[in-house]
């Protein structure tokens, strides 16, 4: 419920900053002004569910609204050409808001797409939905900060990189030194005084470890041994990393938005595994500190990094065989395709 608590708030702020925009351009275009009133209007209720009663209210209103972005999604109407056209304005003080709407409105009509996706894989795929098992998995446990020191700085980063590799960095440690000077070690500093800053296990990784841990990984163990995680966002950089460098694993994933997150960890070891499980890793561990370290490097000389604003889409991916029904027959994986995206 908290997460549909943030998108209710952001999609209301969103529309009020978008009316405000609209207010200041002295638009005449009353209509569009009506239509970021609707949705905003639905946006005035509580997400409860600490009573049943409170809870099944809840619920209608979070349909309401989701009926009324969907509706709107189906015409084009004028919210969607505004969004469609501001949104990529080149002044951003003016497409921001509307990039944020964009963004919430897209989230929220995800909703209703997940909806009818699993209504249609149940007559696509009727033995899917039959006798199936649910296994919850425990989140796992957050460590405690893991980088006690705190004067670190980019320069000594840099220092650490060149005792490891053996080799001499005198341009990236002169990166290091400009963009000291440009607030560099300030924005370390904030991150590593994070009381939040305790990593844990993602999801996608977690349940990884446990398909692997209780030997769930050949393709006759998936549906239609189809070797694939499902995840309702794009995976972050270093699970993306995980993933890419686990020999021993053929099992997909969602493709990365590359956000990197400080707060993310491997699974830890048990006393319970042997030599070989200790040792592939230590080679996990070994090739996602190269990658990271080849990403600092080229972060220090671009001065840029790969990233996205938000880590969830504004659109479902959608099963290739829920465009195409014909294909679903001959497809030999889970294809999926940037179909039906809500906010174009």
């Known amino acids: 419920m908290s997460r549909i608590t943030e998108y209710k708030d952001k999609l209301d702020k969103a529309l009020g900053l978008c009316l405000e925009d609209h207010e200041r351009r002295q638009s005449e275009d009353e209509a569009l002004k009506s239509e970021l009133q609707k949705p905003r209007e639905k ?43 501001k949104a990529r304005g080149s002044e951003f003080l003016r497409s921001g808001p509307w990039c944020e709407l964009k963004h919430y409105l897209g ?66 440690m002169q990166d290091a030194e400009d963009l000291r ?12 005084l994070k009381r939040t800053f305790r990593p844990i296990v993602h999801a996608e990784v977690l349940i990884h470890h446990y398909l692997t841990k209780n030997g769930i990984t050949r393709p006759n163990r998936f549906w239609r041994q189809w ?25 997909q994933v969602r493709p990365s938005h590359l956000n990197l997150y400080p707060n993310w960890r491997l699974p830890e070891i048990s006393d319970e595994d042997d030599a070989e499980a200790r040792e592939a890793h230590r080679k996990l561990l ?46 030999d994986g889970p294809a999926y395709c940037e179909a039906d995206r809500c906010s174009r």
């Open 43 to 85: 946006c005035n209720f509580s997400v409860n569910n600490i009573r049943e009663q409170e809870e099944i209210k809840s619920l209608r209103d979070c349909e309401r609204l989701i009926n009324l972005i969907h509706n709107a999604q189906l015409a084009m109407t004028g919210i969607k050409k505004a969004v469609r056209t």
């Open 107 to 172: 989230r929220w009509h995800s909703y209703r797409q997940a909806a009818n996706f699993i209504v249609c894989a149940a007559a696509a795929w009727p033995l899917l939905f039959q006798d199936f098992k649910i296994t919850s998995l425990p989140s796992s446990t957050r460590i405690s900060k893991p980088i006690v020191q705190s004067d670190l700085t980019a320069v000594a980063i840099v220092q650490h990189m060149e005792a490891f590799e053996k080799v001499k960095m005198p341009e990236l």
């Open 181 to 192: 000077r440009m607030g560099l070690d300030k924005a370390i500093q904030i991150q590593l």
């Open 227 to 251: 070797q694939y995680i499902g995840a309702s966002k794009p995976t972050c950089r270093l699970c993306h990393y995980y993933f890419s460098s686990h020999s021993q694993s053929q099992i």
């Open 286 to 331: 070994k090739s996602i500190a190269e990658k990271v370290r080849n990403d600092a490097k080229r972060t220090l000389q671009q001065r840029t990094t790969k990233s996205k604003q938000h880590d969830s889409n504004t659109y479902s991916a959608t099963p290739r065989y829920l465009v195409k029904r014909s294909e679903s027959t001959n497809s």
